[in-house]
């Protein structure tokens, strides 16, 4: 019977990436299987430069990236993952530039949910399965709503969505 | 018939992503939703710096990676692809550090088949669907039997695999 849910949910491009506790907190998903959507290195508002630049990766959850690509923007319960990674330099025969390495330095989610009114993000501190809640107070929110370029993600970062969201109307330029 | 046989090779774990056409060119798969490994940026063997440092995404077919999460090591038929993209600084809202861009510079594959003497190399030029194979004589396969650390693969540049290789001995310091 599960699998037969399941299956029917997977039919109607359902997303069952999005699990809460009875607290509300959001259980980190197996997310290095799912879509990759870029990386950056280094990344900031400000012009700061670091010493040991992380590399941000960002993962769309499969179900989710299907339909953005089909319509330009994200379908309901959608999960993003930004995983932030240390680099290293000179590390086997690299002997410039960066490179990532085990250690991962955070992990931060954005889920767009209808019942608890559009986009919202979790963090996940120190390994942690459970993501906790940021207070709409938190940058992440008013800043995702300014300068995001589709549907309150960032999408000028994410290559391969950019021309989808362009075609269908949904990319701005910010 | 046709789904019968899909069924049954998944089930087997059989990696179906390799195609060739009969003029031994390797077809272009669909890599972006496969298993992201890892990135550099400005990676190079030499101690070279350059003014715009490309990234350098690796992605692994996912019932390949499925089985070395299991087993430490590459099966058969194996297909890992490696994306050169531009990079870029100041872009919409980030200030420092660098981000990718829409451009992408260079697309190489990784093969293994035993069919074909083992781990052979493939370039796709200028956005080509079909493959070119690498002559043997080519630097990439002295240099990845030297300096690889597991399977004839950079293994210690995709993070999430080096904890695996290791527990399965089949990592080697390089």
């Known amino acids: 019977m599960k699998k037969a849910i399941a299956i029917a949910l997977l039919a109607a491009g359902a997303t069952v990436a999005q699990h809460y506790s009875s ?30 630049p ?3 990766n960002v ?14 923007t994200w379908p309901d319960k959608t999960v993003l993952i930004a995983e932030m990674r240390e680099s ?23 889920v767009k949910d209808s019942t608890k009114g559009g986009w919202a993000f ?3 501190e120190n390994g942690a399965q459970a993501g906790k809640l940021f207070p709409k107070s938190a940058a992440c929110y008013s800043c995702h709503e300014e300068h995001a370029a589709t549907d309150n993600t960032f999408v ?4 391969t969505l950019i021309e989808t969201a362009k075609l269908h109307g949904t990319y701005k330029e910010r």
Do not use: C
């Open 23 to 52: 607290g509300g907190e959001l259980a980190l998903p197996d997310y290095r299987k799912w879509v990759y959507l870029g990386s950056g290195v280094g990344m900031s508002y400000t012009e700061t430069s670091r010493e040991n």
């Open 54 to 56: 992380p590399f941000t």
């Open 59 to 72: 993962f769309a959850e499969p179900a989710a990236y299907d339909k953005f690509m089909k319509t330009g």
């Open 88 to 110: 290293a330099t000179n590390l086997s025969i690299n002997k410039s530039g960066r490179v990532q390495t085990a250690k991962v330095l955070a992990v931060e989610a954005e």
């Open 122 to 124: 979790y963090g996940f």
């Open 156 to 159: 000028q970062f994410y290559p």
